[in-house]
Structures are given as structure tokens and as C-alpha cells.
């Protein structure tokens, strides 16, 4: 279709684009491999479905925000259409008399859904911008007084109006383009909107209709050129990077089981991540990834409680740090000494509770809550700097082996009174009850493991407890980031496992659960460990207990973080509950529940510190329990129990509403 | 600068405490250590004069049996560039002035200007040894300081004294200075300094026992049990029950 | 056997626990059949053996010296010693205070004779004096026999004797003199002062008043501090008064608050759940008032009190005022 000149000034404007494009590109992904722990590449490229399926299905955009959702599914089918469209309009521009199935019913139905998607496309991108920039969409900001860059904040303007600009100028233009092609041929009912337009062409002579034609096929493909290499600066290279960021997952057993770091080898200058260049690959790859979408922030219960920490702003932080710095970076150099200089506030790091909701909302797979946990391995084992109640407990899980302080030989008094069988005296047996420290000292902790035993008793299950031979499972400490008492209490613990045989643990707290199943699985140990509400489901389910149904009032449950997102149970709980509820006692669901459910706020050593800004994340999610009109709260973890207590205490509710553990409802029932 | 730190390893303050059959000590294989809370502050305040001076050396020095020597490589690991270990078996060990006698000796040729110690420790509570040293070496000593300032050659130091009271005293250097809890924030080990502290060296020196001036005739449980007294009546009565356990049995005022 | 007692000097008059030394001292003497002194000194000498010659002693043994003017651990050690070695006692007592801390090790260091200290109680057997003191943070008791010849140094802990028990009676005054010398004070010291109370230090606090959530609303707030400042207390609270925003912070004790070990603590309508009581279980004494006999704090007060602390405290304040 072009002239020889226009195909001569496009391979040249090609060659250039491409080169420079060779270059930036190759900036990226060399800046990308300045990360820790590499990619293994071949594996990610054989991931490619996994790519594929997230990128056509769109499903991770449905999670949080289904309709804008489906307008960005629109525009982003429209685009992966475009991919085609481009390469056949460049066969049509520089091959002379190519025309792609002219009248055919295959090239039919192309034209159609090319006419139907530049609308859609076009439509969904007017939309995205008139929400970022003239309805100012909250969601869209990130408010204080979360640390974020200044680049970060001209840039993400800066280069949603260039991105929005380029999409609807790139479609504008081709549709524009295809709408004088039809004036040209005459109407085409496979392009009825394109036909439609093509209308308001009637009066324009012959010679302007070309002229139309070829403007709008080169500032369609001119601007494709004129963005290529402008790719690895803008977060339009999600495109691509989100897709591979989906294939490079790595496998974790659980999303907080970061890998145990050998601290004895003195080779190794670094733990956890004080510079950019300290976070694995991944990390760098998820900067990329991140479509700056604030999804991640709107889950988080620090940000939603005004403190400093955004996930969104770490990954924006990184981003654009990588951005003004890509040359540097990915020649070799040094970054600022510091992430929390420029990345993430120390404060913000601390704020984090580690429930993982970042994680499970974040439509590209990124990692923000990983990113914290290293941070803080960083601050505790290399800079030594950390909140000053963390200092208290580290001392009190290593001279007295429970976070509380409490006297080690008081771990068994929950038991007085109760036929608990030892493990001491019963040398082995096939379930281990794991109390935990909160089961052992927390007034109401000791009920539940009461409960729990007592239903276990009823059940004539195989149990023993370790009693005093128990010692904190260390997960406060490896949260907090310090490896190294971790590392003692699950060598100490698991010494203790081997003396006993232990295969199979049953534990009420989730935080044990995690720890023992997944950090010290990391660490070789081989164990089978279940949450309480798990087993006894299990136990009514197979008819081994039959609690009466005597609950006949409406009940809530609070999914446990790491019962939940970090486990992946959510129907044991809910089983447990409908076991013990009558015909008129329905199970009402808070609005963030399951997958969504919203953080007790304990996790992540808060149970221990205090970050005094905002409101109590306790509060905010009791709150949400208060709406939804019910007189009792269920929940399956310690500390939910400990923070929902509080929580209702301050809300002024300790007249009107009720907290109970599962396991509480049931062993009153037996 | 060479500032020597005495540090003891004691029961913690949740530990259990078993009384022996003998019931002349407890059972040590029962109690779960740490280093004494003063002599933490100790050590810190050490650390951050070597710090602020930008040269110098922190010894610590312990004495005990073997299982002191978890607290000594603590204070390594906060820091401390040396330590001196004076093995022996500190059952029953009650005399500060025999106890005093034993650091004395390992202190001798090493020409400290400082000694710090915590203000006492949590099992016996003598609250001595650090005087003791002092004089037995001819040095000026305080205790109970809760500011310490380096100066050219001596030390300026600021007293707790009762009631509110504080007093500032300045003493010619070599001093020995017992040290009160609280006036500084002691730090958190890093790695490093965890895994450097294994290279650190310990001396270990075996003195001769010499002949205590007081002992230990004997430990037992303070006749009264912890009982919750509850308090009953009509309101002006509980009110005038419990002024009369403020003057009489807490005594308050 | 005489027995010989260091008297401290509180702004002119003689401080209580050197009244507490001499019933101690009575205890001993009557037991071992010997006679007790007192000895004063300092710039208030005067007046302290004026008073001391009321109380039935055998003598008042006074020293005056300008070096003694002032307080120094070292002129005041040089000079017990001394004292010490001129009277040939079997015992001295002192009261276990912070000057006796300072100075008295070194009285022992000088003689090379056991100093014995922070007793609260002492039980003749045998023809000796045993003496009790505590151990372990107060949760044990030990019996402790000084060894070899005597002087023995001795102190008692504030308030372990009764200072109104001391006897009275009339005493000779005797003045001996001592040899001090500048050059044995290695250390200066400034004038003592007092420090303006800066901000809220709970840890350092002697007696604390905490309210709980059982003190209803915010308004309430100020029945509690009343009882706090009838008390010469520091105001702390739970954990769920903070968060309620009737007080700040700073007041918070608890597993993410503060950790105190108060002579007594008074906690008002507090429950005592664990998150709270990690962070006053050191107290020395725990009273808790609370409406709820079944409220855990019961399990670890010493005195407990079941009632409305609205209707409580406010008739606390007034009986204290």
C-alpha cells in the first residue's frame, strides 16, 4: 500500500526503533539479573502456559474490582488482538498487493472483531484516563504518609497519560485509517463502526481519502515504533512482564517460608536484603511487573489503618528507582545503601503483618510482602535495628522459650485438672498435641487447648503434649527476620520431635501450624501437621464426635490469616461451625472473608510491638464484624482471639458480643 | 582506654528454682541463666565509651563454672573484644569480699582505668564485688551511677541517690564504677557479631579457693506463700483494710 | 561484746533505718549479752549525738572532722574504719542505704572482715547471730553465718525493724578524733540536687496506679489519677484504655507497653489478661480491685478487693487526703 519512499522511511524508523529498543530492553533484563538468586530461565520459558492462561483468561484482575476488571480484559483482548494487527498491517503497508483474505468469511470475522475491539479498547482507555485524572478515583492514591519517590510520583502521572495517550492515538488512528480504507472500497458491514465513520468521509476527495488511509496506518504503527523502546520505562510493560512474572513463580511452601539461610557460612557477607541488589531476581521482576493498580494497598491492613506501609509504593518505589537509575544499575552499580532510604520506611517494614493479602490480590504474582520479610532479615541480623519490645521478646523466646516470659515450667498448667496424657510417660503416641505458648499461658489460649483435648479425649484419638519439653516454635522470631533464634528453637524443637517419633502434629495455633509444616519442613524435618479445625471436621464428618446443635444465634467467622492464605482451608472452620449450629443459627459472612479475609492484625511480631499510628487494625476489622449485625465472632487462632477480645473491649462491645474459638463451641456441646 | 566489664550469669527472673535436698543451693540443672540485668548495662556503657572514643579495649570478666560461658560469648557478641573466665564451681558462694579476692587476682596485670559492674546481681545481691575490687586495688570508686562522662584522665559520674536526689562525682582514673539499670539501652546482638564472637578469645584462668568470710547456712521458701489476700466488707471498710495493708504490710508510707 | 552502730545523717536529724539499726542491734545484744554504741559524723554531728544520747546506749561515740563535712565514699569508709579499729566492736550495723552501698564495701575492704548485708531479719542460735537475707528476687530466704573473728559488718533492709521499737534511755557522749587526710579522698563531689520529674518513666516508678477498661468511660479517668496523686503514684493503664484514646501511650504497660516492678501496684478494673500482665508481674505487691470475682488478675494479686471501682476509689482518695 505504501509508496517505495514510505517503506524506505519505515525499515529505517524500524531499524532504529528496534535497535534502540535492543538496548533498553536489554538494559531491563540486565538490571534484572543484578538480583540474588537467578532465574532460571529455561524452566520459565517451559512455564508458558501458565503465562498464556493468565493472560487471556485475566482471572487474576477478577479477584478485587470485577468491573474495572472487565473494561481492562476488554482492552487488554483488544490489544493482544492489535499484536496481530499490527503485523499484518505492516505486511499491507510494505508488501505491494497484500491484502489479508480479502472477501473471504476468515478474513471477515478478523476485520469484525479488529472493528468491534478498536471500540472497546478505545472506549475502556477513555475510561481508565477519565478516571485517573478527571474523577480522581481514590483508589488510585497512594496518601500519606507512605514514603513514596519523587520520580515516582510525576512519574506515575507522567506515564499514564503517555501510556492512555498512546493507546488511544495507536487505536484512534488505526481505526481512523480503517474507517478511510472503507470509504475508499465502500461500506463493509464487517467493520460496522469503522463503516459508520466512514460516513463523515463522504464529502473528502479521492486523493484525501489516501491520504487519510496512510496517515492513520503510519501514526498507528509510527507510534508502536516511537513506543517500543519506551517500554522498560513504563509500567505498559506489563504486557508482557506480568505473563512472565506469573512464569517465574517460585514454589514456596507457604507464602512467609522464605528459605533457610545457612548462617554458620562465613563466606557469606549478607542476610536478608539491605540494597536492591540483594533482593532475588523475582523481586526485581516483580518492579516490572507491577501495573501500579493500588490493588495491593486497598487489601492491606496497615495501609487501610492509615500506617506508612503500601505495597503498592514498594513495588512503585523500586520501579522507578530502576527506572532513573537503569543505565547505572545494569552496568553494575552500587545501589543506595539503605532500602529503607528510598524503597520502604523502616517504620513501614515493621507495620507489615505478613497476612498475605498483597500476595493473593496482586494481579501480575507479585511479592511486596516477601520483599518486607527480607528487609527485615536485613535490619535485625546485619543493622541490628528493630523496635525495642521485638529486643524484649527475642530475649524472653531465647531465655525462657515463650514470647510472653512466662516461667518455662508453668507450659503444662493448662492441664491441671484434665486426663492429658505426656509424652514423657507415654513414650510415643500418634498424634502430637502442640499446644503452643499462647495454648499455654494466654487465659483463654489455655481454653482452647482445654477444648481441643477434650474433644480429642471424647474422640479417642492417640494424642500426647510435650508439656514443659515444649518450646516457642520461633515463628515471631523468623517473621520479625531474626533467622538466628529461629534456627536454635527449631533445631531445639526438632531434637525433641526425634526423641519422640513424632510424625504427626495437631495444633490450634496457626502460626505454630505454618511454622512447623513449612519452616522447619525447610529445614529437613518430615512432618504431617494439621489445624485443629482440620481434625475435628474430620472427626464429625467420620461421626467420631456429635456435638449437640444447640448454637440458635446468627455467628460470624474470622478466617485466621494463616489458617487461611497461608494454609488454604477455609471449609474446615465453617464445617466445624455448622456441626454445632441449630435450624435458626445462620452463618453470617463479613464482606472480607476467605481469600479476602481481613487481618486480626497480630502477625508479623505485631502481637508484640506497638506501631502507634492510625487505627488499631484489631478495631477496623471488629468493626466489620459489628456490621454485620450478629452477637458472636468465631475464630480458630489464638491470636485472633487475643486481638478480637480487645478489640471488642474498645469498641464497647463487651456487653453485647461474644468471641468464641471453634474448638470452644464444640467441647461444650460434647 | 581498657575497660574491664563483670558480668555474671544468673537465674532469670522466671526460671525455676528448686531448692537441693541439702537445701544449701538450687538445683542448677533446673535453672534457665541469663546475664545479670545490671551487668547488661553495664557492658553497654562500656561499649559506647570505647565507641564515642573511637579506640580502646572492653574485657569482660566472669566467674563461674562452665555454663558461664554462654553469657560470655553474649558479651562478645554485643561487642566486648576479649574475656577473662574464671572457672570454678560457685555453689553456696556467697562472699563478695572471696569473690572480689578471685577478680582481683585476674585483674591485676592487666592495668584496667575502668572496671564497671552491674550495681548487683539477681541471685545473691550482694551488690559489692565492684566496691570491693576497687579497694582492694587502691582505686576510687562509686556506685549506683546512672550517667557516666569520660573526661582527660578521669571520670564524672552521676549518683542516684533517695528520694529524687542525684549527685555528681568525679573520680581519678583507675576507678571502679558500679553501674544502676536503666541508663542506657543495651543493644541486640547482630549476626556478625554473633558469629564473630566464636573467634573471640576467652582466657581461662583456675584460681585457688580461698577461705569465704561469710556462707550460706542454708535456702528456703519465705514462710509466707503468695495467697491472694481478698479484701471484704462494706465499702468504708475495704477502704480502711486496705490503707491498713498500705502502712502496715507494703508499708508505702 | 560490744556492738556498735553506724548512724545516718538525714538533714540534721538521725534517718529511720539508723532508729531500725538500733532495735536491731537491741535484738542482737540481748541475745549475745552485749552492749551497743552509736557513732556519728559528718557536719550535723552535733545534733545527731544530741539526739542519739536519748536513746538507751552505752555511749555515743561522736567524730568531727572538716573532711567529713562533705560526703565521700572514701573519707566516710577511712573514717568508720577507723572507728572500727579504736572501738573494737563485734558487730557494726548499718541501715542497707544507698550511702551505706557506696561506702561500707569498702569499710569491709579495708579490714578485710565479711559485710553482710541487706538483711531482714537476724536470729540468735547457738551463742551467734544468724542473719536472714533474701535471695533470688525475693522468692527464696538464706541463712548467712559470718566466719573467722569478727568485726562483722552488718546492714538491714529498710523497714525490716520496727524504728518506734527503739528504746530510750540516756547516753554518755564521747568525742575521739580520727586521721584523714586529702590525699586519701580520690574523688570530688558536686552538691546533691534535685531533678525536675521529666517525663512519664513508669520503669523507674516506686508505686503505680493502672486503670482498665473497668473505669467505664474517659470521664472517669480522673478518679483514678486523684487516687494516683493522693498516693504520690505514677498513672499507668491497660492496653484497651490506650487504644480507646482516653490516655496516651506512654501509659500503656503491658507485653507492647512498658514493663514495671513497682513496690506496689494498684491496677483498677483491669482484667488481667496476659498481654497485660506480662508487663507488671515483677511488681512487689499487686492489689487489684476489679468488679468481677472471677477477673484472672486475682490469681497473681496479693490483695484483691471485689468491687465497683467507680464506687471504691473515689472514698480511697478522700480516706488518704
Known amino acids: ?670 | 582506654m581498657k575497660i574491664a566489664v563483670l558480668v555474671k550469669q544468673v537465674p532469670g527472673s522466671e526460671s525455676p528454682l528448686p531448692i537441693n535436698s541439702d537445701q544449701k543451693w538450687v538445683d542448677e540443672s533446673a535453672v534457665s541463666y541469663i546475664m545479670n540485668e545490671s551487668d547488661n548495662y553495664a557492658l553497654e556503657e562500656a561499649l559506647q565509651i570505647r565507641e564515642s572514643k573511637g579506640e580502646g579495649e572492653v574485657v569482660v570478666v566472669s566467674l563461674g563454672p562452665v555454663r558461664i560461658q554462654k553469657v560470655i560469648r553474649e558479651a562478645l557478641a554485643k561487642g566486648a573484644d576479649r574475656a577473662i573466665h574464671i572457672q570454678m564451681d560457685t555453689v553456696s558462694e556467697v562472699d563478695p569480699l572471696s569473690t572480689a579476692a578471685y577478680f582481683v587476682n585476674a585483674l591485676e596485670e592487666e592495668n584496667f582505668d575502668l572496671i564497671f559492674s552491674g550495681l548487683q546481681s539477681d541471685d545473691v545481691g550482694m551488690g559489692q564485688t565492684g566496691v570491693l575490687i576497687g579497694e582492694l586495688m587502691n582505686m576510687a570508686t562509686a556506685s549506683l551511677a546512672i550517667k557516666t562522662e569520660v573526661g582527660d584522665g578521669n571520670i564524672k559520674v552521676k549518683r542516684e541517690l533517695e528520694a529524687g536526689w542525684f549527685q555528681w562525682v568525679t573520680l581519678s582514673l583507675p576507678a571502679s564504677i558500679s553501674i544502676q539499670s536503666g541508663l542506657n539501652t543495651p543493644r541486640y546482638p547482630s549476626l556478625k557479631g554473633i558469629m564473630g564472637a566464636k573467634k573471640k578469645e576467652i582466657k581461662v584462668v583456675e584460681p585457688n579457693k580461698n577461705v569465704a568470710k561469710q556462707s550460706l547456712e542454708k535456702v528456703y521458701l519465705p514462710q509466707s506463700d503468695k495467697q491472694t489476700v481478698m479484701i471484704e466488707g462494706s465499702v468504708d471498710q475495704m477502704v480502711e483494710k486496705l490503707i491498713n495493708a498500705f502502712r502496715n504490710d507494703i508499708k508505702i508510707f | 561484746m560490744k556492738i556498735l552502730i553506724i548512724l545516718e545523717d538525714n538533714n540534721g536529724k538521725i534517718h529511720r533505718m539508723g532508729l531500725e539499726s538500733i532495735v536491731a542491734a537491741q535484738k542482737i545484744a540481748a541475745g549475745l549479752n552485749a552492749t551497743i554504741g552509736a557513732v556519728v559524723f559528718g557536719k550535723n554531728a552535733d545534733a545527731l549525738a544530741d539526739e542519739a544520747a536519748h536513746y538507751k546506749l552505752e555511749e555515743v561515740v561522736k567524730i568531727k572532722d572538716s573532711l567529713l563535712d562533705n560526703y565521700s565514699a572514701d573519707g566516710y569508709a577511712e573514717a568508720v574504719k577507723q572507728v572500727i579499729e579504736q572501738e573494737a566492736p563485734s558487730y557494726v550495723l548499718f541501715g542497707h542505704s544507698y550511702q551505706v552501698r557506696d561506702y561500707a564495701p569498702k569499710v569491709s575492704a579495708k579490714l578485710m572482715k565479711p559485710f553482710l548485708v541487706d538483711n531482714v531479719a537476724v536470729k540468735i542460735a547457738n551463742g551467734k547471730a544468724v542473719f536472714t537475707k533474701q535471695m533470688f528476687n525475693a522468692k527464696l530466704f538464706s541463712d548467712i553465718e559470718p566466719n573467722g573473728d569478727g568485726p562483722y559488718l552488718i546492714s538491714f533492709q529498710s523497714a525490716a525493724f520496727s524504728s518506734e521499737a527503739a528504746n530510750k534511755g540516756s547516753a554518755v557522749i564521747k568525742e575521739v578524733s580520727i586521721n584523714l587526710d586529702s590525699s586519701m579522698i580520690k574523688t570530688e563531689s558536686e552538691p546533691p540536687f534535685k531533678e525536675e520529674a521529666g517525663g512519664l518513666d513508669l520503669t523507674a516508678a516506686d508505686l503505680i496506679v493502672s486503670v482498665g477498661r473497668g473505669i467505664g468511660k474517659e470521664e472517669n479517668i480522673p478518679i483514678a489519677q486523684a487516687l494516683a496523686t493522693a498516693l504520690g503514684a505514677e498513672l499507668a493503664s491497660s492496653r484497651p484504655v490506650v487504644d480507646a484514646g482516653w490516655l496516651p501511650a506512654a501509659h500503656q504497660v503491658g507485653s507492647s507497653g512498658q514493663s514495671v516492678s513497682p513496690k506496689m501496684y494498684l491496677a483498677l478494673g483491669i482484667s488481667g489478661a496476659i498481654q497485660h500482665m506480662v508487663g507488671m508481674k515483677g511488681s512487689k505487691n499487686i492489689v487489684a480491685i476489679n468488679k468481677d470475682p472471677e477477673a484472672p488478675i486475682f490469681d497473681v494479686a496479693d490483695y484483691g478487693v471485689v468491687a465497683d471501682v467507680l464506687e471504691l476509689v473515689p472514698k480511697l482518695t478522700e480516706a488518704l487526703q
Open chain 1, 1 to 670: 500500500m505504501l509508496s517505495n519512499l514510505e517503506r524506505l522511511i519505515f525499515i529505517i524508523l524500524a531499524i532504529t526503533s528496534l535497535g534502540l529498543a535492543w538496548v533498553t530492553f536489554g538494559r531491563m533484563f540486565k538490571a534484572i539479573g543484578r538480583g540474588s538468586d537467578p532465574i532460571n530461565w529455561k524452566k520459565v520459558i517451559k512455564n508458558w502456559p501458565k503465562g498464556l492462561a493468565v493472560f487471556i483468561s485475566q482471572k487474576t484482575l477478577f479477584k478485587t474490582r470485577p468491573v474495572i476488571g472487565m473494561i481492562h480484559a476488554g482492552v487488554a483482548w483488544g490489544f493482544t488482538l492489535y499484536l496481530l494487527v499490527n503485523v499484518i498491517d505492516v505486511m499491507y503497508g510494505m508488501i505491494p498487493g497484500f491484502h489479508f483474505f480479502p472477501h473471504s468469511f476468515v478474513g471477515n470475522i478478523y476485520r469484525f472483531f479488529v472493528d468491534i475491539f478498536s471500540v472497546i479498547v478505545l472506549l475502556g482507555v477513555v475510561l481508565f484516563v477519565v478516571r485517573r485524572f478527571i474523577t480522581k478515583d481514590q483508589k488510585l492514591i497512594i496518601n500519606e504518609p507512605v514514603l513514596l519517590s519523587d520520580a515516582a510520583k510525576k512519574g506515575i502521572k507522567m506515564d499514564s497519560l503517555i501510556v492512555g495517550v498512546f493507546i488511544i492515538l495507536h487505536v484512534g488512528f488505526r481505526f481512523i485509517g480503517a474507517s478511510f480504507e472503507v470509504a475508499i472500497n465502500g461500506q463493509d458491514w464487517s467493520q460496522p463502526a469503522a463503516t459508520l465513520l466512514s460516513y463523515s468521509w463522504s464529502g473528502l476527495s479521492a486523493q484525501s481519502l489516501i491520504f487519510g488511509e496512510h496517515l492513520g496506518w503510519w501514526m498507528a504503527l509510527g507510534l508502536i515504533l516511537g513506543f517500543m523502546p519506551y517500554f522498560p520505562y513504563s509500567k505498559h510493560a506489563h504486557l508482557f512482564m506480568g505473563p512472565i512474572n506469573y512464569m517465574a513463580q517460585i514454589e514456596r511452601k507457604s507464602m512467609s517460608t522464605l528459605e533457610i539461610m545457612d548462617l554458620e557460612d562465613e563466606t557469606t557477607e549478607q542476610f536478608g536484603a539491605g540494597k536492591l541488589e540483594h533482593l532475588p531476581q523475582k523481586e526485581l521482576l516483580d518492579g516490572y511487573a507491577c501495573i501500579m493498580c493500588n490493588r495491593c494497598q486497598d487489601a492491606c491492613p496497615a495501609y487501610q489503618t492509615g500506617k506508612e506501609l503500601s505495597p503498592s509504593a514498594l513495588e512503585i518505589n523500586k520501579r522507578y528507582y530502576l527506572n532513573e537509575n537503569l543505565k547505572e544499575f545494569s552496568e553494575g552499580a552500587e545501589s543506595l545503601d539503605g532500602l529503607s532510604k528510598w524503597m520502604l520506611s523502616e517504620e513501614a517494614a515493621w507495620s507489615c503483618t505478613t497476612c498475605g493479602f498483597c500476595i493473593e490480590v496482586c494481579p501480575v504474582g507479585n511479592e511486596p510482602m516477601v520483599d518486607i520479610l527480607r528487609m527485615r532479615q536485613d535490619l535485625v541480623l546485619m543493622e541490628s535495628k528493630f523496635p525495642r519490645e521485638a529486643m524484649e521478646t527475642f530475649d524472653k523466646i531465647e531465655n525462657y522459650g515463650n514470647p510472653w516470659g512466662m516461667a518455662p515450667d508453668d507450659r503444662e498448667k493448662w492441664t491441671e485438672g484434665m486426663e492429658v496424657p505426656k509424652m514423657r510417660e507415654k513414650g510415643s503416641a500418634e498424634y502430637l498435641y502442640w499446644a503452643g505458648c499462647s495454648g499455654a499461658y494466654d487465659d483463654r489460649g489455655k481454653g482452647i487447648s482445654r477444648s481441643v483435648a477434650k474433644i480429642m479425649n471424647e474422640a479417642g484419638i492417640d494424642y500426647a503434649i510435650l508439656g514443659n519439653e515444649e518450646t516457642c516454635t520461633g515463628d515471631s522470631a523468623r517473621r520479625i527476620g531474626n533467622e538466628y533464634l529461629f534456627q536454635m528453637q527449631a533445631t531445639q524443637n526438632m531434637e525433641t520431635f526425634e526423641k519422640y517419633g513424632v510424625k504427626k502434629i495437631v495444633t490450634q495455633c496457626p502460626h505454630c501450624l505454618t511454622t512447623l509444616k513449612n519452616d522447619y519442613g525447610e529445614m529437613g524435618a518430615e512432618l504431617e501437621v494439621v489445624h485443629h479445625s482440620e481434625l475435628i471436621s474430620d472427626l464429625i464428618n467420620e461421626g467420631k464426635i456429635s456435638p449437640d446443635k444447640s448454637l440458635d444465634e446468627d455467628i460470624t467467622f474470622h478466617d485466621a490469616c494463616y489458617v487461611g492464605r497461608h494454609h488454604g482451608e477455609y471449609d474446615a472452620p465453617r464445617n466445624v461451625l455448622e456441626s454445632v449450629m441449630g435450624d435458626n443459627a445462620k452463618l453470617i459472612e463479613m464482606p472480607r472473608n476467605k481469600e479476602q479475609s481481613f487481618c486480626c492484625g497480630a502477625g508479623g511480631g505485631n502481637m508484640w510491638y506497638d506501631i502507634d499510628k492510625g487505627k488499631r487494625i484489631n478495631v477496623e476489622r471488629f468493626e466489620e464484624a459489628i456490621d454485620t449485625g450478629v452477637k458472636k465472632v468465631a475464630t480458630s487462632c489464638n491470636f485472633c482471639m487475643i486481638m478480637m477480645e480487645d478489640a471488642r473491649k474498645v469498641t464497647g462491645q463487651d456487653e453485647t458480643m461474644e468471641v468464641y474459638d471453634i474448638a470452644e463451641l464444640v467441647a461444650e456441646r460434647l
